[in-house]
């Protein structure tokens, strides 16, 4: 079964205290792989999309790679605007032609 | 370049009701997606609407319908509402591959 999973669940950083979240993919025609930011209460906001493995992008302090499995957003030297919670989300060959999956989430909480 | 739409903001209803949430696409995008987002569960699936016709729906039961109007325009219905359909509704539609989310209807199921 084609699924995401997101981790950790929930993570807390000081402000400036870099870290990376995960998001794990079981997809058979991967058609791209998307990271959201969503704020509470609102609609999920685009940040990147990735279509091959290897492939990196960057905005401001944000920094998102794909492997084969997994995909990776790298969060550089946080500020507490950063806190949200961010998606990840694939679209696969054989389903609607931008129909995304997503996973639950991660939620960042950076703290000043 | 103006957003997705939605409206209302926030609705409120009671268990056996029937509900009704609307969409506006970004102008000249013909395909609307609904997503539902229920605490804890994510967002899920629920139909994909394209020039007019529903193309693909979610594991969600019959009693979740929709339509799009000629100017792509959707609506969501929800019949016989329940206490679990309380979630954040979200519309999108897509451009050069990018699915563009509106800001949701909150539904309150009491």
């Known amino acids: 079964e ?13 402000e400036g205290e870099s870290s990376s979240l995960n998001c794990s993919y079981t997809v058979s025609g991967l058609r791209g792989l998307f990271w959201y930011r ?3 209460g609102k609609g999920p906001e685009f940040l990147f ?13 944000l920094k998102a790679t794909l492997t084969k499995k997994e995909s990776f957003l790298h969060i550089t030297a946080p500020k507490p605007e950063d806190s949200a919670t961010y998606l990840c989300a694939f679209a696969y060959s054989g389903a609607g032609s931008y129909q995304l999956t997503f996973g639950k989430g991660t939620k960042l909480s950076v703290i000043p | 370049e103006a957003g997705v ?9 009671t268990r056996g009701q029937q509900a009704t949430l609307r969409c506006s696409p970004i102008s000249g995008h013909t395909s609307v997606y609904w997503y ?6 994510g967002l899920q699936f629920l139909l994909w609407y394209d ?32 206490l679990e359909d309380s979630a954040l509704y ?5 451009s050069h591959g990018i699915m563009n989310f509106g800001p949701g209807t909150r539904l309150l199921v009491l």
Do not use: M, W
């Open chain 1, 38 to 40: 969503q704020d509470p």
């Open chain 2, 36 to 41: 539902q987002q229920a605490l804890g569960l």
């Open chain 2, 90 to 94: 979200l519309c999108a539609s897509t």
């Open chain 1, 49 to 61: 999309t990735l279509y091959s493995a290897g492939e990196e992008k960057e905005k401001e302090r």
């Open chain 2, 51 to 82: 020039e007019g016709e529903e193309r693909n729906r979610g594991n969600f039961p019959p009693r979740f319908s929709g339509r799009q109007f000629p100017n792509y325009s959707s609506e969501l219905n929800v019949n016989a509402l329940e």
């Open chain 1, 2 to 14: 084609d699924q995401v999973t997101q981790s950790p669940e929930a993570l807390r950083l000081q």
């Open chain 2, 5 to 13: 739409t939605q409206s209302p903001t926030h609705l409120i209803k």
